[in-house]
């Protein structure tokens, strides 16, 4: 039997009625299909360990929720992790709102779960990296193109900027709240450009 944590048992004592009886047999559960698994309070809710991040519990005033840490890994051919949860998985975690043990899915389904977890911890399988959101492209100022095509040397320096190094004058130059701050903000960044310098130039390492 894996590690107990009395913090748990102390949180389904100060959840709402209703809630009590789905923790403790969601917890009856994940012990049942991983005996090794480790109790803990994460973030003020229950959570259970297992070589990682395994899967968590909360409870609130009106519904409870349940899931698993790696739960995009898991096979869930019957939609129970989010298509066929109450409320669409709309809720935190995957099983979406639990009102009762009714709101659950079979126990064979939870313990084939809990068995899937494990085995992508004990394989060490990590979840893929979220894809990062590509910045969308800024779009020049007019005021700064016409500087720019009135000085070579700030031109050629602007060209050979990574889009990141584009982005800090452009976004300098957009966050200026009077035209006049504008002008002022444009000239001086023609000058760093026409010395070959990046915005934040004055913090570069020697």
């Not at 048992?9 to 009856?28: C, N, S, T």
């Not at 990574?162 to 002008?183: C, D, F, G, H, V």
Request: proline fraction near 5%; aromatic fraction near 10%; glycine fraction near 6%.
């Amino acid at each position: 039997m894996g590690k107990k944590d009395i913090r748990i048992d102390e949180y389904i004592d100060k959840a709402q009625e209703f809630a009590q009886p789905v923790m403790i047999h969601l917890r009856k559960l994940i012990h049942q299909g991983c005996t090794d698994v480790v109790e803990t309070i994460k973030w003020g809710m229950p959570s259970f360990d297992y070589k990682g991040p395994f899967s968590g519990m909360a409870s609130f005033k009106q519904h409870c929720v349940f899931g698993f840490w790696k739960a995009k890994l898991i096979n869930d051919p019957d939609g129970y992790l989010g298509e066929r949860s109450n409320q669409g998985g709309e809720a935190m975690y995957q099983m979406g709102r639990i009102t009762s043990l009714k709101d659950l899915p079979p126990d064979k389904i939870i313990l084939d779960f809990i068995k899937q977890a494990k085995k992508l911890n004990d394989e060490g399988i990590k979840l893929p990296a979220a894809p990062k959101k590509q910045k969308e492209e800024l779009m020049m100022p007019d005021n700064l193109l016409s500087g720019l095509k009135k000085n070579k040397k700030a031109m050629a320096t602007y060209a050979a900027f990574s889009p990141s190094q584009k982005r800090e004058y452009i976004e300098w130059l957009n966050e200026a709240k009077t035209e006049a701050t504008r002008e002022k903000r444009t000239e001086t960044a023609i000058e760093w450009m026409s010395e070959g310098k990046i915005r934040h130039w004055k913090y570069q390492k020697k």
